[in-house]
């Protein structure tokens, strides 16, 4: 059974960082790309990054270049965002999910098929 399970959020404050994970099961990361999205109340979901399988190309919204980073380690089946220099505008519920279109991946949502829970960012003095 395919699975992505988020963890790492949490409350930071401005300038801050946070790493979050993306735990995956039920494939590899040759097999499928993984993103990242976003989303606040009211709002659509937004991508954020994602990261190719094969190539491990990497693709990011404008708004996080230079600030957020995209990884993945195929030993422990994860796919990690390593979020830098945090804003107040970067809080939202982050969504990590499984691209099982060809790569290289893209940010548009229906190429995404296998969603996680979520996990709560928040940006704050």
């Known amino acids: 059974q395919v699975k992505v399970v988020e963890s790492g959020g949490g409350l930071v404050q401005p300038g801050g960082s946070l790493r979050l994970s993306c735990t995956t099961s039920?494939?590899?990361?040759?097999?499928?790309?993984i993103g990242w999205f976003r989303q606040v109340p009211g709002k659509q979901r937004e991508g954020v990054a994602c990261?190719?399988?094969?190539?491990?190309?990497?693709y990011y919204v404008d708004s996080v270049k230079g600030r957020f980073t995209i990884s993945g380690d195929n030993e422990r089946s994860t796919v990690y965002l390593q979020m830098d220099n945090l804003k107040p505008e970067d809080t939202a519920v982050y969504y990590c999910a499984t691209d099982q279109m060809p790569y290289p991946c893209a940010l548009t949502p229906r190429r995404y098929n296998v969603w996680g829970q979520g996990t709560q960012v928040t940006v704050s003095s």
């Open positions: 039920g494939f590899t990361l040759d097999d499928y790309g």
């Open positions: 990261i190719s399988s094969q190539d491990r190309s990497r």
